[in-house]
T-cell receptor
């Protein structure tokens, strides 16, 4: 079975641009979460979606937004990119997004801002 | 404000010996804890978890211990193997936050042949 897939794997943007990252969860998983991992730090929670509804939001500015589609795939959008947005963006899926259901991560999208 | 702390950035262990990775947390609302392993250029992989109602959980070579009063958990790997060399993240969650995970900075484990 395919795991969590993310696209693209790498992306280079310049300051002020906008970016969209995509994620396909494991088949049957209905919850998707997004994390940002800056070099030398652990992943930091951005959003969680379940059944197309936002269930949680981390401490990120409104430039960050996301949505989940009827097929449970998800997109993360970041507007007005800053140098500090350079990071590895990870998507994770789980069955119902419950605390005792381990999240399965994709390999991430490496975003570089010039 | 780091709510999950992994104070040792790296650990080197001889193959066959025990690896002990430590993690401390400050948020008393956390009631579920997980360890993830990460290889370069790959996403984190779930390793083992423990609920706050337990103090120990074991899965093969991996055992996690939880000391709630000290707000401390540890991951024991016995015996350590070269393939265990990776970055290990401690993560925590609380029931009220669904599956939002708060991660530590990670520990780089090197197992020497």
């Amino acid at each position: 079975d395919a795991g969590v897939t993310q696209s693209p794997t790498h992306l280079i943007k310049t300051r002020g641009q906008q970016v969209t990252l995509r994620c396909s969860p494991i088949s049957g998983h209905k919850s998707v979460s997004w994390y940002q991992q800056v070099l030398g730090q652990g992943p930091q929670f951005i959003f969680q979606y379940y059944e197309k509804e936002e269930r949680g939001r981390g401490n990120f500015p409104d430039r960050f937004s996301a949505r989940q589609f009827p097929n449970y795939s998800s997109e993360l959008n970041v507007n007005a990119l800053l140098l500090g947005d350079s990071a590895l963006y990870l998507c994770a899926s789980s069955l119902y997004g419950l605390i005792n259901q381990p999240q399965h991560f994709g390999d991430g999208t490496r975003l570089s801002i010039l | 404000d780091q709510q999950v702390k992994q104070n040792s950035p790296s650990l080197s262990v001889q193959e066959g010996r025990i690896s002990i990775l430590n993690c401390d947390y400050t948020n008393s609302m956390f009631d579920y804890f997980l360890w993830y392993k990460k290889y370069p250029a790959e996403g984190p992989t779930f390793l083992i978890s423990i609920s706050s109602i337990k103090d120990k959980n074991e899965d093969g070579r991996f055992t996690v211990f939880l000391n709630k009063s000290a707000k401390h958990l540890s991951l024991h790997i016995v015996p350590s193997q070269p393939g265990d060399s990776a970055v290990y993240f401690c993560a925590a969650s609380d029931t009220g936050a669904n599956s939002k995970l708060t991660f530590g900075k990670g520990i780089t484990l090197s197992v020497r042949p």
